[in-house]
């Protein structure tokens, strides 16, 4: 098979995942969460190999599974971020403000229940921890030793080609992968598709049609990425919905360091 132009291989790649569903390869492991906070390169297959090489030791070792990011979130386009924290302790736990000390909303998510102080938890904290957890890097090593069903679908692929005009963006590995994403009173089996950057093996898009409202297609880009403690960490997290930015974090502190058992992730 020829590889498929812009507009085709998005067309494709959607097609290819709503396959993996239809044809009876939807079973999801029992839990959402990874047998092991740590996955070992000669687990994964290949390709997944590379990416897990070029992320850095985080998933590999012991002594960074918390995050903590800090900078500015800015929500459906407003011209002025506000200041958030975000940490993201392995596998699934989180733990999130927003706003000004002292005046600053929150959220907890321990892997299986949210945790609002604010009051009852919206769908819109379900799409923020969709967005930072189940749409990042890590969620997509995790799959190959999770049970999630996953696939390359294969490579160079380019994004918006133009006939008799040198092409000069980046090409893609693009894999799919059927994720149980845990949301505020229920879990949505999503079909994801990971656009992997060929030459930095970094992951830098994360295409999907929600599962429980088709008429939304959701796009996240991770970009301007940075090293912390011989990680690679995003600085831009983007979430499109239908073209229309809803949510974007400017990074612009970030630090690793070993888990702590300091209640942040309190649902009560």
């Known amino acids: 098979m020829s590889k498929p132009n812009a507009s085709n291989s998005i067309m494709l790649v959607t097609a290819v995942g709503l396959m993996l569903i239809l044809g009876g390869q ?7 969460k990874p047998p092991s906070k740590y996955v070992n390169l000669g687990d994964v297959p290949t ?70 102080p604010g009051g009852k938890s919206q769908s819109t904290d379900g799409d923020l921890v969709e967005t ?12 190959p030793t999770s049970g999630f069903p996953s696939r390359r679908i294969g490579g160079h692929f380019r994004v918006n080609p133009k006939a008799g005009v040198a092409y000069t963006g980046p090409i893609y590995d693009v894999y799919t992968v059927i994720v149980p994403v845990q949301q505020p009173g229920k879990v949505k089996t999503q079909t994801k ?30 970009s301007n990425w940075t090293t912390v403690s011989g990680n690679a960490v995003p600085q ?3 979430r499109l919905e239908n073209g229309i930015e809803v949510l974007r974090f400017n990074v612009s502190a970030a630090l690793l360091g070993p888990s702590v058992s300091d209640g942040s992730f309190n649902t009560h």
């Open 47 to 116: 390709h997944w190999r590379l990416v897990l090489a070029h992320s850095g030791d985080r998933l590999r070792k012991p002594g960074k599974e918390r995050l903590t990011m800090s900078g500015t979130v800015t929500r459906n386009g407003a011209s002025k971020g506000v200041p958030f924290q975000l940490i993201h302790e392995l596998p699934n736990l989180i733990h999130y403000s927003e706003g000004q000390a002292g005046a600053s909303n929150s959220l907890a998510f321990d892997g299986d229940q949210y945790g609002n």
């Open 236 to 238: 831009t997290i983007q």
């Open 193 to 222: 598709i990971y656009h992997v950057n060929e030459v930095s093996h970094l992951v830098e898009v994360v295409r999907y049609q929600q599962a429980d409202a088709p008429s939304v297609n959701v796009q996240v880009n991770l």
């Open 132 to 143: 930072v957890l189940y749409d990042s890097p890590t969620w997509f090593l995790y799959a």
């Open 26 to 32: 939807f079973l999801i492991a029992a839990s959402n």
